[in-house]
């Protein structure tokens, strides 16, 4: 009886052992070869710089959404950690990308993201899929100036001009007509302050005397307006 109390303890023993040795594991730094360490760090810095740039200087001067500069910043770091950290596992690239591709899709609580700040969102989780896998940092750097490069020349007001829109809805229905097109842009011109290039005329409403204009015009700066294309006014708290 004695020897089987004996076995039983010793067991115990061994198997307290062995998770103390599994806990222990984790914590031993001894497992981690400090050249991946160094390779993470300098992976991430160069990748934190790289999209520091495109959102602080290519992105932030047009359209100075503090919010989406907030967004971009944690989403590379959070898309980089988790490409670099699972590389070891058979986690393939097209799941992560469909991932975050449908977190960039989805709607922000009440407004849906604008184009351009979903562009910029693509940009900024490409680019942290690329720092985090390309086999060589040279790799990654040429691929990083190619997409800056790109973005500025995009960006760029001198090969490409912004034109704006906004949806109207105009209280003089008889200007619509297409005779009397110069009057129409005249009197939005004089009532808005805005260059008009040209007008699009949609719903009328004549019992209203109200018609749903489409106006382009050219904007102070390219960066967009993002309620030119609301018609309402928002309900208190949104």
Request: hydrophobic residues 50%.
């Amino acid at each position: 009886m004695d020897e089987i109390f004996e076995s039983a303890a010793n067991t115990d023993v061994m198997s307290a052992a062995a998770h103390a040795k599994t806990i222990w594991s984790i914590f031993d730094p001894t497992r981690v070869e400090i050249i991946d360490v160094w390779e993470l760090l300098i992976r991430f810095f160069f990748n934190a710089l790289v999209v520091t740039f495109i959102i602080h200087v290519l992105y932030y001067p047009k359209s100075r959404r503090r919010d989406y500069y907030f967004t971009f910043s944690l989403i590379s770091v959070s898309v980089f950690f988790l490409i670099f950290l699972l590389g070891g596992v058979k986690l393939k690239v097209g799941f992560a990308l469909g991932l975050f591709a449908i977190f960039g899709i989805i709607r922000y609580r009440t407004e849906s993201m604008p184009v351009r700040e979903m562009t910029y969102l693509f940009v900024i989780i490409a680019i942290s899929v690329i720092n985090a896998l390309a086999d060589h940092i040279l790799e990654s750097l040429v691929a990083n100036l190619l997409f800056i490069g790109w973005i500025w020349f995009c960006e760029s007001t001198h090969w490409l001009k912004h034109i704006a829109s906004k949806l109207v809805l105009y209280d003089r229905p008889e200007l619509t007509a297409p005779a009397r097109r110069a009057e129409l842009i005249a009197d939005l011109e004089q009532r808005t302050g805005l260059v008009i290039l040209r007008v699009e005329v949609g719903h009328i409403d004549f019992l209203r005397d109200t018609a749903m204009l489409k106006v382009y015009y050219e904007p102070e700066d390219a960066g967009g307006n993002s309620v030119d294309n609301v018609l309402k006014f928002p309900k208190e708290g949104q």
